[in-house]
């Protein structure tokens, strides 16, 4: 296949058309402005190639490396969630805690936002901010997402009741933490322009709909699951699991005919 150099960058990816936006959750506020499948590494891809094509279907489809509007205004809205910090002094960041709490034991007071309370939710401490340093703000978003959104699902992952459970299990919400950061790291989004297959994917999926991260990230965290009664694992071995799901996850969404988030066969794991 011959390429024009002068062309700007872009990536095989199939056609992905408009879906209903996913219903959102009460919390959210209403107005919002190794499997990894690519051709080499980021530096050959910049080196010299114009182009990099994947053959799909019997057809080259692609798209450009820069992004629609549409494309840019939902990916600049997930990096600013990406870039806030939890602030434990933060009015918003501390009613986001307590709605938290609400959703994930509706009836039980919570005495305070430093209580022995919170390691019942799998924190590891009496205080649940210092947690946060390693995803953020969002990670809180994400498991209130979680909680608010396929309540059954949390609900049962929270009280460990699938499956033969281990006699030392993973911290419930200090795994979801770790999910965050590892969706982060798995679509690469850190960096300021695609260089994964997964991430094009991901980013026409963010267009058709804001809630995509959030989304994946409940379907995460049930796969993750599976994978951890599958492998018979022990909290020693999480990060084995963590990559496994990572593969897993990686391997669902560069499959043809999965376009939306609800495509992906784990997200019938959800209730």
Sequence with gaps: MIEDRNQASCVAI????????????????????????TCGSPG??????????????????????????????????LKHRMDIYFDPCSLEHQEALRALWNATYPNQELHGLISEQWKLMGWQGKDPSTDFR??????????LFFAKTFSASFQRLLNKQGGKRAAWEYPFAVAGVNITFMIIQ?????????????????????????WTFDLLYCVAFMVMDKKWLEMNASYMEFNEVLRSTRTQLERELLMDDVIRIEDMPSYSLLS
């Design 14 to 37: 199939r056609a992905i058309p408009s879906s209903p936006a996913f219903t959102r959750c009460s919390y959210w506020p209403a107005s919002s402005d190794d499997m990894t499948m």
């Design 44 to 77: 050959w891809i910049g080196r010299s190639l114009a182009c990099v094509c994947i053959k799909r279907k019997g057809m080259y489809e692609r798209i450009s490396f820069n992004l629609t509007p549409a494309q840019a205004k939902r990916l600049k809205r």
């Design 134 to 143: 390693g995803a953020g703000f969002i990670s809180l978003e994400n498991l």
């Design 186 to 210: 798995m679509l690469d989004l850190r960096s300021p322009k695609a260089r994964t297959f997964v991430r094009s994917v991901f980013i026409q999926m963010l267009a058709e709909n804001e």
